[in-house]
């Protein structure tokens, strides 16, 4: 009996504890939270002292802080350009704000990253920049993350974000290179107004896709899609990093995007259609107009060319097969001889180990002898290759852009691109009803289009090297300062002391 009374006091006692375990967890969550958002409070008002010290002139007064997030900045691709062309025009219109640049190339100056634009791109800035180290670049390398690359890229980019934030705190911050995770911390902990300029979406509808339908891809291996199971398992991943992707982006206060393929990415995952404007990057297309443009080039040898960055994305290996192929075609078509300058920049040691693969691919076809590599040349040099060239050859599946192919076009070079992205939408496109360029998808498409080129009259490739030429002023750097001052201009309207 008092065994029976003592099991249910045991049993009472027991249902009780189970009783108080709701309203227990309740209380700890509700002041956890209450305990976050005093912490995140007290950083706030830190980070905005600091904004104030950081701020305010010699003169005493305050001096309104433009923050570009560009941890690449030394870099040569479209994306540097954009960060250039986009400082140029905002000194020109804001000359006494102070401009600062936070940037992971710590192995360079000041003035070598200065130079560095403009011997690459031929721009020069008016007044000065500030530009903050950062140490902690490699949280953002793909290589640190073989699985959960975008996932392990997004959150590195936090907490670069947060020693850039500790650093200098802007009035104004732009995220120049698509790192989304960071406009929240900018925005809410920092007290900052915030735009983003998209170059590629970090995830897309066509990455599902991919995943959805088991197809491999550069960023989706073989092992994945032989797998049903993990193919499961990577699409919930990807759509449940497609929905953070979209609460972070819809932080931005304004969104330039580069492109109509891009546009219609970021309009379905941040779905900010109100403040979302579709900006070209900027190209210097009338220094490659400036270039003469002979019926017939000097040489009897054609050069073909290709200009992008050695990253996975491009598909360089896609250009040399292809070429392989021509060259093939070549011998039983009686075709001029030919030869492949891959031109382009090597941000790491990734990408120049890329360039040494692409090496042994053009060894292993037996084409080394007319494969030529040109890494982070000058800008004249860019010219006289784009001068000379007869094709320009991009095989990036869906390109968010490309500039290398509008400068192609303008430099008078017969464009080649991949049918598919920006190039397809929005700048191989016909000009008052005249052809300006070729697009291809497969090794075979692409031999056969430039053999296609290569065969045709000198009188037909200057029409269309003409045409290209007339079709690409809406790309110029001119144009991309009236359009970009115009989306920017509500990231200014509580900066008073910004004057023009």
């Not at 249910?8 to 249902?15: G, N």
């Not at 699985?147 to 104004?172: K, N, R, Y």
């Not at 779905?271 to 000097?298: M, R, S, W």
Request: net charge positive; glycine share 6%; charged share 20%.
């Amino acid at each position: 009996m008092a065994a029976a009374e003592k099991g249910w006091c045991l049993c009472e006692l027991l249902r009780f504890f189970y009783s108080l375990i709701f309203p227990w967890l309740f209380v700890c969550g509700t002041l956890c939270v209450c305990l976050l958002i005093i912490v995140l409070w007290r950083l706030r008002l830190r980070l905005q002292r600091k904004k104030k010290s950081a701020s305010s002139s010699k003169t005493g007064k305050h001096q309104t802080v433009i923050a570009f997030f560009h941890p690449y900045c030394n870099a040569g691709g479209g994306g540097e350009r954009v960060l250039w062309c986009a400082l140029r025009a905002l000194q020109k219109k804001y000359p006494e704000a102070l401009y600062v640049v936070y940037t992971g190339d710590a192995d360079v100056s000041d003035q070598q990253i200065l130079e560095g634009a403009f011997r690459r791109f031929n721009i020069r800035l008016t007044r000065p920049v500030k530009f903050v180290f950062l140490r902690k670049r490699y949280l953002v390398e793909d290589s640190l993350y073989p699985h959960f690359t975008l996932l392990g890229q997004s959150l590195g980019s936090i907490f670069l974000g947060w020693e850039a934030l500790m650093q200098c705190v802007p009035d104004v911050y732009i995220d120049s290179m698509g790192y989304a995770f960071t406009l929240p911390l900018f925005k809410y902990l920092g007290g900052c107004r915030v735009g983003s300029y998209v170059h590629y979406p970090t995830i897309s509808t066509d990455m599902l896709s991919v995943v959805k339908n088991q197809n491999v891809g550069f960023n989706n291996a073989a092992f994945i899609t032989r797998n049903p199971f993990l193919s499961k398992v990577k699409l919930v991943y990807y759509y449940l990093f497609a929905f953070m992707y979209g609460l972070v982006g819809s932080c931005s206060d304004i969104v330039m995007v580069n492109s109509s393929w891009t546009l219609n990415h970021i309009l379905s995952l941040w779905k900010v259609g109100n403040c979302t404007n579709i900006v070209y990057p900027p190209c210097d297309v009338q220094t490659f107009l400036d270039l003469p443009l002979h019926k017939e080039k000097a040489t009897s040898e054609h050069l073909v060319v290709s200009i992008g960055q050695f990253r996975p994305e491009k598909n360089h290996p896609l250009q040399i097969r292809a070429f392989a192929k021509l060259l093939n075609k070549k011998e039983s078509e009686s075709l001029p001889p030919l030869k492949l300058v891959l031109i382009g920049g090597c941000r790491n040691q990734d990408d120049e180990l890329r360039v040494n693969q692409l090496r042994r691919l053009a060894e292993d076809l037996g084409v080394q002898e007319d494969v030529e590599f040109k890494i982070n040349i000058p800008f004249d040099e860019l010219k006289n290759y784009l001068s000379e060239a007869t094709v320009g050859l991009h095989t990036m599946w869906n390109e968010h852009f490309g500039i290398g192919i509008v400068e192609c076009m303008a430099a008078g070079t017969i464009v080649l691109a991949h049918d598919s992205g920006g190039p397809k939408l929005d700048i191989v496109v016909p000009h008052h009803g005249e052809r300006t360029g070729f697009l291809a998808e497969s090794e075979e498409g692409y031999a056969e289009t430039m053999a296609h080129i290569l065969s045709m009259s000198a009188e037909q490739r200057l029409q269309i090297r003409n045409s290209a030429r007339a079709s690409v002023s809406r790309f110029s750097d001119q144009e991309f300062e009236v359009a970009f001052l115009s989306s920017v201009e509500q990231l200014f309207q509580k900066c008073h002391t910004c004057t023009n």
